[in-house]
């Protein structure tokens, strides 16, 4: 089917990642909205449509769309999307093509307060949760991800060893990265993983993402508007987005059914749209909250089969020099989780099929995918396809 | 010692549910056309969609579907730690209900994925809550272990 017109991403922006005590949320947002137009050579007013992720909405009562309207100086919007882990890149490409608005901007920034449990204060009174909240059994995000863990190594013989072989080739190519937070540490090796300090057994602390400040901003345009931008554009082939059960409280069983669940139809139909076939993508940017993540996505986006993902990386194609270099700035793992990174994996993507990576560029990289996942697990799912011109 | 890990917002939607703790019954939604249990509660039956449930109470037995031992604890738990989180699968068919919750009485080593369990209940001491736990299917006869945690009165999330 032809399109009316071709999306593309024309900028894309990071702030610094890491402690930033003297900076706030608001401002890593605003900096990452002007460092991303600056990066196209867009004015900020062409914007007319907003992707605020969460912690951006600064005035009560107001939704976070109708704050940035007016704090961007009075712009009427055409598109007003939600982000979190859905595909909102992939909706703003339609709505860019079908002409509902000219320049989006997705954004998001984060600082001074934590996403993992050494942010829970202790109460002077047992607080009240809602009725099933997993809050009253002690568990949060990384207990969610070892329950997952632990049943898929029981159903499919995988160990922990297999899950660590994850958090080093991470780690390796957070090295290449300048700016990433764990580069400077070094590389890393399955026993340093091992034994590392257990969090969520079967889950050890370099089993675990980041858990930083930092912000980001992704601009995506027209290809005629892009083309006169500052930077190369980047080509937005398709995305989709999908999502099948609650926050984090209901399980349906089994966990890893053959056909798959919301990250499975995401990808199936953003390559569906996108017209080119999985095999042919050059670089990955796919959502690694959690050692175990990387390898479920690789399965159920089918580049490899059910149990076989932690073979997969084994195998080496998720490093550089692999069939798919994956997560090339060193992923949330050790590059940046500033607690909403749902971007991030995006903006690399788009830096190495811009061929701006440096050290860890892939040679040549004409295709590329991003994965951003949460609110459970795998639980919900935006997938975009992209390429160079 | 005073209780500092959440505790539920018992509301009219879901009092059955916790007035059945207290009265030493774990009670789930089953619904009344087509028979299944639906875990968590919902509004209507996952299965046929009906809006007629009825709690009803389930045997309390259950296998252990995976779990977690948690090192790192937030708030309060961090008193706790190592705890385990366990995803209990509920005996009732045919829609798994796979129930999350803490252990009591278990060592942390002896927790292996298909283990047999048992729903007990626990008093919260100045609160109007009784919460539910995961003993050892074998650990004792259930109505002694239960009399066995009312009197010891006191959080048991250690595993």
């Known amino acids: 089917m032809a399109r009316p017109r071709q999306a593309a991403i024309a900028g894309v922006y990071t702030t610094k990642q890491g402690k930033l005590p003297d900076r706030t949320s608001f401002s890593l947002q605003l900096e990452a909205i002007k460092g991303a137009l600056d990066d196209a050579g867009i004015p900020i007013e062409e914007v007319d449509g907003i992707i605020p992720l969460s912690m951006s909405d600064h005035l009560p009562g107001t939704t976070a769309h109708q704050f940035w309207a007016n704090q961007l100086g009075e712009r009427p919007l055409g598109l007003m999307e939600t982000g979190g882990a859905s595909g909102a890149l992939a909706k703003a490409a339609l709505a860019i093509e079908n002409g509902m608005c000219e320049v989006v901007v997705l954004f998001y920034g984060k600082a001074g307060s934590l996403v993992g449990p050494r942010g829970t204060a202790m109460p002077d009174r047992a607080p009240r949760v809602p009725d099933w909240s997993f809050y009253q059994s002690g568990a949060y995000m990384t ?46 090796t399955v026993e340093d993983v091992l034994n590392s300090r257990p969090i969520c057994e079967p889950l050890n602390l370099l089993d675990c993402s980041l858990d930083n400040d930092g912000g980001y901003a992704v601009v ?8 006169s931008s500052k930077k190369k554009p980047v080509l937005v082939l398709g995305g989709a987005e999908s999502t099948y059960t609650d926050f984090y409280v209901t399980i349906n069983d089994p966990w890893f059914p053959e056909e798959g669940k919301a990250v499975r139809r995401a990808t199936d139909r953003a390559f569906a749209i996108a017209g080119i076939d999985r095999e042919d993508i050059d670089v990955a940017g796919l959502y690694d909250c959690f050692t175990i993540t990387t390898i479920r996505d690789l399965e159920e986006m089918g580049f490899c089969k059910l149990g076989e993902g932690a073979d997969y990386v084994k195998e080496g194609h998720c490093a550089l020099g692999g069939k798919m270099p994956t997560n090339t700035d060193g992923g ?58 | 010692m005073t209780y500092l890990k959440p505790l539920p917002q018992i509301e009219p939607r879901n009092k059955e549910f916790w007035d059945g703790l207290a009265a030493g019954e774990f009670r789930v939604p089953k ?90 209940f626990e008093e919260i001491p100045g609160e109007d809550v009784t919460v539910f736990r995961f003993a050892a299917a074998d650990a004792a006869e259930p109505d002694d272990a239960d009399a066995a945690l009312s009197a010891e009165n006191q959080p048991a999330t250690v595993a």
Not at chain 2, 97 to 119: H, K
């Open chain 1, 332 to 389: 949330l793992l050790s590059n940046s989780h500033a607690g909403d990174p749902a971007g991030m994996h995006t903006i690399e993507v788009v830096r190495q099929l811009r061929g701006e990576c440096g050290e860890r560029q892939v040679p040549d990289a004409k295709l590329g995918v991003s994965l951003q996942q949460g609110w459970a697990v795998h639980g919900m799912a935006g997938v975009l396809v992209m390429a160079t011109e």
């Open chain 1, 143 to 188: 207990t969610w991800y070892a329950l997952w863990a632990q049943r898929y190594m029981h159903e499919f013989g995988v160990t922990h060893a297999d899950l660590a072989e994850v958090a080093v080739f991470t780690r390796h190519h957070a090295t290449l990265n300048p700016d990433s937070i764990m580069g400077r540490k070094g590389d890393i």
């Open chain 1, 220 to 227: 995506m345009t027209s290809i005629e508007r892009a083309r």
């Open chain 2, 31 to 120: 619904c009344d056309n087509c028979g299944h249990y639906n875990w968590v509660p919902y509004p209507a039956c996952r299965s046929c969609l009906s809006e007629a449930q009825t709690w009803t109470p389930v045997s309390r037995d259950a296998t252990v579907w995976s779990f977690s031992l948690v090192h790192r604890g937030p708030g309060a738990f961090n008193d706790d730690v190592p705890y385990a989180v366990v995803l209990a699968k509920l005996a009732e068919e045919p829609r798994s209900c796979i129930v999350l919750g803490n252990t009591t009485g278990i060592a942390p080593e002896d927790l292996y994925i298909g283990m047999p369990l048992r729903i007990v």
